[in-house]
């Protein structure tokens, strides 16, 4: 069974940068694509940064372009989200999802799996 775990949210100032990471386990992910979503409250789910797993072709929302950079470490398993001059608007709760037919896509129904989340609240 396909684990994610992710880690790295917290409170930041407004510019401010964070880290992400997703460890995952339970399978071989050599055809996947790992996406990052987020969701503020009362908002709907919506799609940030995906990755294949090999040959590392990304897709990125247009709110995070040029700020965001999706990477994966195959050897470790994990994904990460570099988040860089951070907004107020970027606060949700993030969460990674394995899509394992290798679909580099921005529809969260897609994704087979997904982590437990992680809060992310940048401050004005």
């Known amino acids: 069974q396909v684990q994610l775990i992710e880690s790295g949210g917290g409170l930041v100032q407004a510019g401010g940068s964070l880290r992400l990471s997703c460890a995952a386990s339970?399978?071989?992910?050599?055809?996947?694509?790992m996406g990052w979503f987020r969701q503020a409250a009362g908002k709907e789910r919506e799609f940030v940064a995906a990755i294949t797993w090999t040959g590392g072709s990304t897709r990125y929302a247009d709110s995070v372009k040029g700020r965001f950079t999706i990477s994966r470490d195959n050897a470790k398993n994990t994904g990460y989200l570099q988040m860089n001059s951070l907004k107020p608007e970027d606060t949700a709760a993030y969460y990674c999802a394995v899509n394992l037919r290798g679909l580099l896509t921005t529809r969260a129904a897609n994704y087979d799996h997904w982590g437990q989340g992680t809060q992310v609240t940048v401050s004005s």
């Open positions: 339970g399978r071989t992910f050599s055809s996947a694509v």
